[in-house]
């Protein structure tokens, strides 16, 4: 099973608006928020195989085969 694809604009906006309309914070500060967070699921998303680096989604199962071809990535490393 492949996991969905992550799509960063639409996280930030999300982190931003609930920032702003839920817990009242400045635009800047929601903003803020909203990169760090974005940046830190980029980071976890991404294989640490010094070889891959691609994205957990274009990984079979996350844990099995690369799909990005010629790429040697066995696993997915976190």
Same mark, same amino acid.
């Given at each position: #099973?492949?996991?969905?694809?992550?799509?960063? /604009? #639409?996280? *930030? $906006?999300?982190v931003?608006?609930? *920032?702003? @309309?839920?817990?009242? *914070?400045?635009? @800047?500060?929601? $903003?803020?928020?909203?990169?760090?967070?974005?940046?830190?699921?980029?980071? &976890? &998303?991404?294989?640490?195989?010094?070889?891959?680096?691609?994205?957990?989604? @274009?990984?079979?199962?996350?844990?099995?085969?690369?799909?990005? /071809?010629?790429?040697?990535? $066995? /696993?997915f490393?976190?």
């Amino acid at each position: #099973m492949l996991e969905k694809q992550f799509n960063p /604009e #639409m996280l *930030y $906006n999300r982190v931003v608006h609930f *920032y702003i @309309d839920k817990k009242g *914070y400045t635009k @800047d500060k929601a $903003n803020q928020i909203a990169q760090s967070v974005v940046q830190k699921e980029a980071q &976890r &998303r991404t294989c640490k195989n010094k070889n891959c680096k691609h994205f957990s989604h @274009d990984h079979i199962r996350n844990a099995e085969t690369c799909l990005v /071809e010629n790429c040697e990535c $066995n /696993e997915f490393s976190k």
